[in-house]
Each structure stands twice: as structure tokens, then as C-alpha cells.
């Protein structure tokens, strides 16, 4: 941002230009989305957007914080390391409803988590977003499964990242039936993933144990 908002008007006014934006995001896509846009619907002149943001890509940076600490909530409630050791199955089955309601909240959070290639700096704040949700998955994965290899292990976490980002771009809120469909679908191929990695595994280290 170009300057913090110190005054509650202030304050209030780029809470609408980010709530403007997430709408926009969820309806016209990045491609679409432009100051002017984000001016009308935010119902406030577009000089005042200038004020505290450069570029659209500055409003959706400063979104990116607020999809930031959505994940950053629902991996502290719902996805700890006791519960992927205990059940793997049910953790999977919460980080994807968690990242589904998310979605359900504000269409934009997908757009935005998804990113795209064509676009370097949109596709910086993707990574930058999907890396928040990597990188606890990570930590929580070291310890829940300590004999899977780190490359192994962060290997499988880019793909579940990429697969989730796919499959998760074309849930539509307004068709409940296929939209639940898909999210099975995307926990039985997130939950095979890791099943397939951590039984290799395991055979590899009864290999090892099998050479001593």
C-alpha cells in the first residue's frame, strides 16, 4: 500500500475497495479487473483508490494477506499433525472443506489461488498464497510422518497444491450437487497421493532394514 489508512473513513473505504475486489475477481477474472472497476463498485471515486494503491495488482496483493490469514486459521484449528498421523483420511477431508468454504465465502480466494502464468506478478501472489498452505502442510507432515523423505514430502504438497487449484476453479456455487462431487473427488485424489507416497515409503525402508 502507499500509505496505511489512519482514520476509521479511511479504514472503512479500503475495506469496500477490497470487498470490490474479491467480487470483481470472483465475476470478470483477473484479466477483467481493472481500478475503474473496483472504483464503481466500491461506490467511491477512483482517485481514491490512488491513494493507497498503485495498481489493481496492489489491491489484490493486500487481498492476498486477508486469504493468508484464512489459511493460516484453518490450519491452526482444524489441521495439526496428531490429526494426520491419527486419521489421515478425516485431516484431508478438513483442510479440503476448510479451503471449500473459504472458496464459498468469496469466490475470488480460488482466482486468486490458482493464478495465472500469464500474468508474472498475479502469478507471484499465487505462489505466495499457495506457499502459506505448503509450508504448514509441510511442518505438520514432518512430524505426523517423520520416514517420509522432505523431497518426497514437499514434492507431493506442489502437486496436491496444483491438483487442489484445478479442481478447485471450477466449483460453482449455484450447482451444490456437482460442486460436492468435485470435492469428494478431490479428497479420494489427495488421499491416494499420499497413501501411494507413504507405502513406498515404507517399502523402501523395509528395504534398507532387509540390506543391514
Keep these: 500500500m502507499r500509505k496505511l489508512p489512519t482514520q476509521a473513513r479511511s479504514r472503512e473505504g479500503v475495506a469496500d475497495i477490497l470487498t470490490a475486489t474479491a467480487s470483481l475477481l470472483g465475476e470478470v477474472g483477473y484479466d477483467g479487473l481493472s481500478t475503474n472497476l473496483v472504483a464503481e463498485r466500491a461506490n467511491v471515486p477512483v482517485g481514491s483508490i490512488y491513494q493507497f494503491f498503485e495498481t489493481k495488482d496492489d489491491i489484490v496483493a493486500a487481498l492476498v494477506e486477508q486469504f493468508q490469514g ?40 480460488i482466482c486468486v489461488f490458482s493464478g495465472s502464468p500469464a500474468h508474472p506478478r498475479f502469478d507471484g501472489l499465487a505462489r505466495e498464497l499457495r506457499r502459506t498452505l505448503i509450508d504448514h502442510l509441510d511442518r505438520v507432515f514432518a512430524e505426523a510422518f517423520p520416514k517420509l523423505a522432505k523431497d518426497d514430502r514437499r514434492r507431493m504438497l506442489a502437486a496436491w ?32 497421493y499420499l497413501d501411494a507416497k507413504l507405502a513406498g515409503q515404507a517399502c523402501s525402508y523395509r528395504g534398507a532394514l532387509a540390506q543391514k
Design 161 to 192: 497444491s496444483d491438483i487442489t487449484g484445478a479442481l478447485a476453479a471450477n466449483l460453482d456455487r449455484s450447482r451444490p450437487a456437482e460442486r460436492a462431487r468435485r470435492l469428494e473427488a478431490l479428497k479420494h485424489i489427495l488421499c491416494a
Design 70 to 109: 484464512s489459511i493460516l486459521r484453518l490450519a491452526s484449528e482444524q489441521l495439526d499433525a496428531a490429526g494426520a498421523a491419527s486419521d489421515r483420511r478425516a485431516f484431508i477431508a478438513r483442510l479440503v472443506d476448510g479451503i471449500a468454504r473459504i472458496q464459498a465465502e468469496t469466490s475470488a480466494f
